[in-house]
């Protein structure tokens, strides 16, 4: 038997990233330093040796090993790529399939066809201008960043020097100024945003940028009302979550979900709407152990239900004032990138339930549990095949109403699909699922749009209710069930209809069955983790 071993791929990359990130920064400082020598008040002999030997020696062995991190950078992107290809041939060579039987970390084959992603806007340090030769485009772009850089430092330097001063101030005049510390979060993150735009890192959506500019405004008006009025405000405070208040094990068949209709009335199950009170002090996480007849390593169906508690005008509860960090302000600041409570959750009840590190991991979600879901299969340090505590193998994420194309997956292996009803607006008003396109499809500036090959969105016909009061609308077409729990209607009659016809969604049921759902699986334990964040 002969074993091949190949790399991290999904690793590769991201080191090749930090070696090209890391040469931009060299070369920044490079140049500022270069000022600063010219700048120096100092002359005469040894002022003149000085300076020779700056922009000789010194100055040279800096854009030499520049020039070799940039070199490694684009080598181990090559490589990863090459490694891809490979990996796909041996699989199909051996007939390997997706799901059980794979390590950790390795790559899977997957039915679902791959998308093929309209122009994609990576940020010109790693789009290549074909018209520039690169002899002429790698320089250019270099000083352009390493400019970018430099002004980005300077602008970023100067305004939080200033808002330091401004809240010691306040301090001493016995101001509450704890506003203004969240609004310099939030600016800071805008400016992260418009920083690795500028400097060519990446190329933001216009629904990122949007969003975390109307969370720098919001958190602007707090640090304002905040300072004028000495009164406390939860407003968008998104306290850091994951406490985690019970656990309780769930008595169920050993018979599994079956279907991808049967993943979406199990996230159903989980919303809370017994009282206000209570889906308004904590949140819900399910947690399914899943067992084949194979007696492999265990995989788990994590479910993230959508916003939850106080209603859409309830200000400040439906902004941070809850417990429950699936509030409103969460789908804002996931939608501008952040890293809110809502995210801190779902690690905690996966801990909690004591799911080993690298196992494989279906996240399940509607509406901002889709956007929850999405945003950690992008994270490196909760999706990983590296085994590490903390992380685990997302196999697939899975969503239906959530505006998740703002985000790709950490591994080039994670398979996310998206499911949404056509929205639009005509003669006789409003259409679909209006929530669900607020990703804007993804939409760059410059006419790019993100994507990538395992980042799939399935456009479904949407229910016959249309108007000018958008309600009604999202009652038919947004919900994951119909009136009364009918599983007829919602997403649920939906995919109950549509699976079959489609070629992304029976694949994807294709792909899933007999690792997390059909014959032959069965649930081994049934879990619902209470949690969510403490008091204002």
């Not at 070799?68 to 007939?95: C, F, K, M, V, W």
């Not at 779902?346 to 879901?373: D, N, T, W, Y």
Request: glycine share 14%; with cysteine.
């Amino acid at each position: 038997m002969t074993l091949s071993c190949g790399a991290d791929t999904a690793a590769l990359r991201a080191q090749a990233v930090r070696l090209r990130r890391a040469s931009t920064v060299l070369d920044a400082l490079r140049l500022r330093l270069d000022a600063v020598v010219e700048e120096v008040p100092w002359t005469g002999p040894d002022a003149d040796a000085f300076r020779s030997g700056w922009a000789g020696p010194t100055a040279s062995g800096l854009r030499a090993l520049r020039a070799e991190l940039l070199a490694l950078g684009d080598r181990g992107l090559e490589e990863a790529r090459e490694q891809d290809i490979a990996s796909e041939r041996d699989r199909a060579g051996t007939g390997a399939s997706a799901g059980a039987g794979t390590l950790p970390g390795e790559s899977r084959t997957s039915s679902i066809p791959e998308a093929v992603p309209a122009p994609s806007g990576n940020g010109y340090l790693h789009d290549d201008a074909t018209a520039i030769p690169n002899l002429l485009e790698d320089p250019a772009e270099a000083l352009l960043s390493s400019a970018a850089r430099i002004a980005s430092d300077g602008i970023g330097w100067g305004a939080e020097t200033g808002l330091d001063a401004l809240e010691s101030r306040l301090d001493l005049a016995g101001i509450r100024s704890d506003g203004i510390g969240q609004f310099q979060r939030d600016a800071d993150h805008l400016g992260s945003i418009l920083e690795d735009w500028a400097t060519g890192e990446r190329t933001p959506t216009y629904a990122e940028l949007g969003a975390a500019g109307l969370v720098v405004s919001g958190s602007a008006g707090v640090g304002v009302y905040e300072a004028a009025t000495g009164e406390d405000t939860p407003f968008l405070d998104d306290r850091p979550g994951g406490i985690v208040d019970r656990v309780e094990s769930r008595e169920s068949s050993s018979r599994g979900p079956q279907d991808l209709q049967d993943l979406i009335a199990q996230n159903d199950s989980l919303r809370l709407r017994r009282g206000e009170q209570e889906a308004r002090d904590a949140g819900q996480i399910g947690i399914l152990e899943i067992r084949d007849a194979s007696g492999a390593d265990p995989t788990y169906i994590v479910q993230i239900p959508p916003t939850e508690g106080a209603p859409i005008a309830s200000v400040p509860d439906a902004y941070g004032g809850q417990g429950n960090s699936r509030d409103w302000g969460s789908n804002l600041r996931l939608i501008a990138g952040q890293h809110p409570a809502a995210m801190d959750d779902v690690r905690a009840a996966m801990e909690a339930a004591g799911i080993p590190p690298g196992s494989k991991v279906l996240l399940v979600g509607h509406s901002q549990g889709g956007i929850v879901a999405t945003h950690l299969a992008a994270d490196p340090r909760f999706n990983s095949g590296s085994g590490r505590p903390g992380t685990y193998d997302v196999t697939h994420t899975f969503s239906v109403g959530s505006p998740v194309q703002t985000v790709v997956p950490a591994q080039s292996s994670t398979q996310s699909v998206n499911v949404h009803h056509e929205s639009g607006i005509g003669v006789t008003g409003f259409r679909g699922d209006l929530i669900a396109a607020t990703d804007l499809e993804g939409a760059q500036p410059g006419g790019t749009r993100l994507g990538a090959p395992g980042l799939q969105e399935v456009s479904l016909d949407p229910y016959p209710v249309t108007g000018v009061d958008p309600v009604p609308v999202l009652a038919a077409n947004h919900d994951s069930m119909g009136p009364g729990h009918d599983p007829g209607g919602g997403y649920s009659g939906s995919l109950a209809r549509g699976t079959a016809g489609d070629p992304v969604l029976s694949a994807l049921q294709e792909d899933l069955t007999g690792l997390y759902l059909g014959e032959g699986t069965s649930v081994s334990r049934s879990l619902v983790v209470t949690v969510g964040r403490g008091a204002p």
